[in-house]
């Protein structure tokens, strides 16, 4: 009777477009499958490390707090 599940909340609410030409998206992908790893995800930790590199006040969460694996 009480076998709720809690809703995860995505914060993840933003979209980012970029223009690229196909055999680069086609060889990220590519590498990211072979990795085991998503293309978001690896674009999610480069802009995260850019923002922490240039500006760490404005540093973005930590990986863990949206549910994704720490990185080593």
Do not use: Y
């Not at 990795?35 to 540093?59: G, K, Q, V, W, Y």
């Amino acid at each position: 009777m009480g076998d709720k599940k809690k809703k995860v909340v995505n914060k993840k609410d933003g979209q980012f477009i970029i223009r690229i030409s196909k055999e680069e998206r086609k060889a990220f992908i590519e590498l990211c499958e072979s990795l085991d790893t998503s293309a978001a995800r690896e674009i999610r930790h480069f802009i995260r490390a850019f923002i922490a590199r240039h500006n760490p006040d404005e540093a973005p969460a930590k990986p863990e707090a949206e549910g994704e694996q720490a990185r080593t």
